[in-house]
């Protein structure tokens, strides 16, 4: 095993950690979270764990060292195939660099989570016992996890195997899925640095972590082509990125626990809630894009952290599906039925089962009547999110349909039959009345009959205001979603509308805000989305 940096990307982190981590906070809407909402989310009351490999043959290098990132109050438990331990130092262990600089993002007081309850710190080769290795031919690996249950919500896992082979790569998938579907655990690892995303990060029920800057290991996975990383963030390299989405994981989790989500929490902080969540609150990078076999981009994944948006979305509630019909499997048509219900929230998520039967599929109907001044486009995006279930090789088929209601038009689609989260984006939609889908198979390839899963959704029309302000101008919309910005061009038929000479926008009451100063000449303002 081998941390997903290099030495001189720790070295690097440790010289220039408060700049990086400022600039990271603000790319990831954590510091925009932190002022648009004021009231303490910081992962209070969450318990996690942090997994380290060794960085030295010379000992269990894993430890991270309270003090030394300013975390002297919270608990630790330090575990190592020499035993346990609950101060520092102590004997079963030494401090790692790494270990330092990924709790620094992770929890530390210039992090994400800043107030975690509990850290596991825990020597990766402890954590995840494989037999088998290091013969490159053998393929009856075993690979085993801690047989009890860690209550831990969140594992950060900055670390890949190496050039793992197809059968230690699936054996590791069911152990860490086998885990998470018992014990309701979000782990989040790092994809790796280059080449081919890499295990432990490519389970089926985790949170596979890539680099913003599209430099790190891209999908899809060696076994069956799943879209891996499922989700990427600033950071030089994954060790750095997976601890900012685990922190964003906590954050949300404890917002869930005390029900900004609503008053079913158990739903709301369900790891299968967070992680559509967060997928479903990505702002795509420039190059992002999907087709409907393959949900996620092999590069960028849903696109880049924002828990701002993740959680504005979590507080829409949990909203009910309209509408729950069968048709005849398999693949049988699904078109809108004539329902007349709507979900007012157009930013929210459902926690829910959708059934099929040996002859007849599923269908859970949730319809959106979406209307804008002037007609405006909504950005639509949806994400769906399902376990593998533990103990099973094949997962159950679930897709995500989006049809305009007046005609039976298939607007989007996210169909793939290997993995176990789906996504739709649409850049312009026009005002309607929408079905959005979420389909289950029938027939005799069905792991079982009932599935339970996780839908986020966001619609959104942000409206570009003007208004005087001394010598110049103010331009402003809303702060959420976050991921708009404002372009300018000397006419409305301008090939090339830029972001050039416009300041970076100030928050002001829910608010982004951008002055701009009098110019003679005459200037026209939009709002663009990737």
Not at 14 to 33: E, F, K, M
Not at 63 to 71: K, Y
Not at 167 to 192: E, I, M, P, R
Request: charged share 10%; with cysteine.
């Amino acid at each position: 095993m081998s941390p997903c940096a290099k030495t001189a990307g720790l070295i690097f982190l440790a010289v220039s950690s408060g700049v990086v981590c400022a600039q990271n906070l603000n790319v990831t809407g954590v510091n925009l979270l932190r002022e648009a909402v004021a009231t303490n989310l910081d992962g209070t009351g969450v318990r996690v764990a942090q997994i380290e490999a060794t960085v030295s043959t010379n000992g269990d290098y894993f430890e991270v060292n309270p003090s030394a990132i300013g975390v002297a109050g919270v608990g630790f438990d330090y575990v190592s195939d020499l035993g346990a331990a609950t101060n520092f130092p102590n004997g079963v262990g030494y401090e790692s660099g790494h270990a330092d600089a990924v709790a620094g993002i992770f929890y530390g007081p210039g992090g994400v989570a800043t107030h975690v309850a509990h850290v596991d710190n825990w020597f990766a080769d402890e954590f995840v016992k494989i037999s088998g290795l290091p013969t490159p031919l053998l393929t009856n690996y075993t690979v085993t996890l801690p047989s009890t249950n860690l209550n831990d919500a969140v594992i950060n896992q900055s670390f890949i195997y190496g050039d793992a082979s197809v059968a230690l790569q699936q054996k590791s998938d069911s152990s860490y899925d086998n885990y998470a579907a018992q014990y309701q655990t979000l782990f989040v690892s790092g994809a790796g640095n280059g080449g081919p995303v890499q295990a432990p990060s490519t389970c089926y029920n985790g949170l596979s972590v890539g680099v913003s800057d599209g430099s790190s290991s891209v999908g899809p996975t060696a076994d069956n082509g799943r879209c891996k990383p499922d989700l990427v963030a600033p950071g030089g390299a994954t060790s750095f990125s997976t601890p900012l989405v685990a922190g964003a994981a906590a954050v949300l989790i404890q917002a869930a626990r005390r029900g900004d989500g609503g008053a079913d929490t158990n739903a709301a902080a369900d790891p299968r809630t967070i992680k559509a969540l967060l997928l479903n609150g990505a702002v795509k990078p420039a190059g992002w894009t999907n087709l409907p076999p393959a949900p996620l981009d092999f590069r960028y994944g849903a696109g880049v952290l924002n828990v701002f948006n993740s959680y504005e979305q979590l507080l829409g509630r949990q909203q009910t599906n309209g509408a729950w019909t069968m048709t005849a499997s398999p693949g049988g048509p699904h078109p809108p039925p004539d329902v007349t219900n709507s979900i007012a929230a157009w930013s929210a998520w459902d926690f829910n089962t959708n059934t099929s039967s040996l002859t007849a599929d599923g269908v859970n109907h949730y319809f959106f009547n979406l209307t804008s001044a002037s007609d405006a486009p909504f950005v639509a995006t949806a994400t769906l999110v399902w376990n593998r279930h533990a103990s099973q090789t094949a997962i159950n088929n679930l897709n995500l349909f989006l049809y305009r209601c007046v005609d039976g038009h298939l607007m989007a689609a996210s169909t793939s039959a290997v993995d176990n989260v789906e996504h739709i984006f649409l850049p312009r939609l026009a005002p309607g009345r929408y079905d959005l889908q979420v389909w289950k198979a029938g027939g005799s390839g069905m792991v079982s009959a009932a599935e339970p899963y996780a839908l986020a959704w966001e619609f959104s029309s942000p409206t570009l205001a003007i208004s005087r302000a001394g010598a110049g101008a103010n331009l402003s919309w809303p702060a959420f979603p976050a991921g708009f910005v404002p372009e300018a061009a000397p006419d409305l038929t301008a090939p090339d509308w830029r972001t050039n000479g416009l300041p970076p926008p100030v928050f002001t009451n829910g608010q982004n805000v951008v002055f701009v100063g009098v110019t003679n000449a005459a200037r026209f303002f939009r709002l663009r989305t990737q």
